[in-house]
């Protein structure tokens, strides 16, 4: 077979980045779609736990993190007022992954003060995972705005629809909607789970914070249960050592990369 001539070459390279670039929009799109449907679950939780329609509204168009947002909702649904500053301690924790997909993401996303400051609202789990699939520079571009708009827009509009099927159906609870939040995190929490550090941690935290949620105000047993995981991290108990031979670990007992999972909450 005769080899390709520079032209032949050149236009094989820009049909194979365009397919790239389609499928990075096909996957993108799909994505949005899904993780949209979150937010119903949310409009109507934050409803029922005694925020108004507007109030669930702009939490979703400002602070636009699920896991977030569910964190909060439910500490301020179970402790009133009181609890605000463990609803917010407890949202800034599970938010603090998303400064990690910004430092790398920042190649993707390009110089300019403008364009960062507009990626930094859409540096979610799906932007950045859909994003890192991809090959090519252009898809990869792609793959992150179409993709962090895409459920910034379709989040925003399930969450106003969930915040008023709430008011007009009340309590989420008799749907089983209140069960939303539990498993989202739950859906975050099982990826990780494949090593010994990873999994003695969330039984750590489990416990303590199963047995501190009967006697403490709503959000701080969780606060709590979030310094073991800080603790472990930060002495590296049970997880992977700088070492060669005997004292390597087996590659069954070896972190996962910690990239974002390709479904779940923004």
Known sequence: MAP????????????HEAGEARRAVREALG???????YGI?????????GLDVWQTCVLSLLMFTGGSQFAFVGIIGAGGLAAAPSA??????????NIAYGIRMSPVIGP???RRAAAAHFTIDESTAVSL???SARARTLGFWVTGIGIYVGWNLSTLAGAL??????????????AAAAAAFLALLWPRLRARQPIVVGIAAAVIATILTPVMMPGLPVIIAAAVAIFVGWTNWLGRKQATGSDRPDADDAEPD????????P
Not at 31 to 37: E, F, I, N
Not at 88 to 97: C, K, P, Q, Y
Not at 165 to 178: C, K
């Open 31 to 37: 994505v949005a779609l899904a993780t949209s449907a």
């Open 112 to 114: 300019g003060f403008w």
């Open 133 to 135: 699939a991809q090959t």
């Open 4 to 15: 390709l001539s520079d032209a032949e070459g050149l236009h094989f390279d820009d049909a």
């Open 258 to 265: 910690d990239v974002p999972e390709r479904e779940g909450l």
């Open 41 to 49: 679950s949310f409009g109507a939780l934050a409803v029922a736990s």
């Open 165 to 178: 099927l709430g008011d007009v159906l009340g309590d989420p609870r008799t749907y089983g909607l209140d």
């Open 88 to 97: 917010i301690a407890s949202a800034a924790l599970l938010g603090v992954r």
